[in-house]
């Protein structure tokens, strides 16, 4: 098991809420042992063991709401326990209580890598009375549930990439979208051989995000192109080693990926 958590909690900085090991199913509590601990990962620490034994315990520390760290550490871990070449582990992630930025990063991980095959929370109702649960406390769905995403590999079309690279190419110059096209398909004649201008222009350049239309949707577009700010940024993304160990990673050396991975800050707890 991986936690992935801020500093701030993973050190005891932000105090704990109320906590307590009910009985399964029921709000009836006779364990004593939260009261006074007010580190969360003390908390999960000891009932990860009173309720598991002894087990492989992990916990990695990230900033919480910056996508970019949260991206880098769950894509890093995932290969750290799902190496290539190796049977690796049968991966379940917990979208429960983690920022929305964090279950983001978690969300675009698993479709791109296809290794997390399942998702899932915890619906409780009323948070404020019965948040402090430890254990599943009711049968009553309308006050506690359990449900399940499943989780199905996306393919990344390198049509996205190719046509931000063609248009890297021009620098800042403006590409129609014909000239755009048919460098496109001289370069990469397997990809974009049957494509025409009208798809080109609905599925790709309407709607990419990286593609900078000349003029607007009120005063009209001219059928030019030119790389954006955000484009530059996506390709940097579509290029890193981490994108790669994703989604082709037949591409890189098994040296590649474990240097890849060998930063990662992760710790057993």
């Known amino acids: 098991m991986v936690i992935f958590t801020s500093p701030e909690i993973a050190d005891g900085r932000e105090k704990a809420y109320p906590s307590v090991d009910n009985e399964y199913m029921t709000k009836t509590v006779r364990k ?25 315990f992990y916990v990695c520390e990230v900033d919480v709401n910056n996508f970019s760290e949260c991206f ?14 190796k049977v690796g582990k049968h ?47 009711s049968r009553n769905k309308r006050e506690f549930d359990f449900q399940g995403i499943y989780i199905f590999k996306t393919r990344f079309d390198e049509k996205y990439r190719f046509i931000l690279e063609e ?9 129609s979208d014909i000239e755009l096209l048919c460098r496109l398909k001289r370069r990469h004649p397997e990809v974009f051989a049957d494509m025409n201008l009208i798809s080109l222009r609905r599925d790709f350049l309407n709607v990419m ?11 009209g577009q001219e059928k030019l192109n ?4 955000h ?22 050396s098994l040296h590649e990926i474990r240097k890849l991975i060998n930063d990662l800050k992760i710790r057993k707890i």
């Open 32 to 56: 004593k042992w939260t009261e006074g601990l007010e580190n969360s990962l003390e908390i999960v620490k000891k009932f990860l063991y009173r309720e598991f034994g002894d087990g492989d």
């Open 72 to 85: 880098e550490a769950i894509v890093k871990a995932l290969l750290k326990f799902h190496f290539p070449g």
């Open 91 to 137: 991966v379940w992630a917990n979208l429960t209580g983690g920022t929305n930025v964090l279950n983001a990063a978690l969300m675009q991980t698993a479709y791109l890598s296809g290794l997390i095959p399942f998702m899932y929370y915890t619906f409780v109702s009323n948070l404020k009375e019965h948040g402090k649960f430890l254990k599943p406390f």
């Open 167 to 175: 248009l890297q190419e021009t620098k800042e110059e403006w590409l």
């Open 209 to 219: 995000l990286g593609v900078e239309r000349k003029g607007d949707r009120i005063s």
């Open 226 to 229: 030119r790389l954006s700010q």
């Open 231 to 252: 484009g530059e940024k996506i390709l940097k993304i579509l290029r890193s080693p981490l994108f790669t160990a994703l989604t082709r990673r037949n591409r890189l």
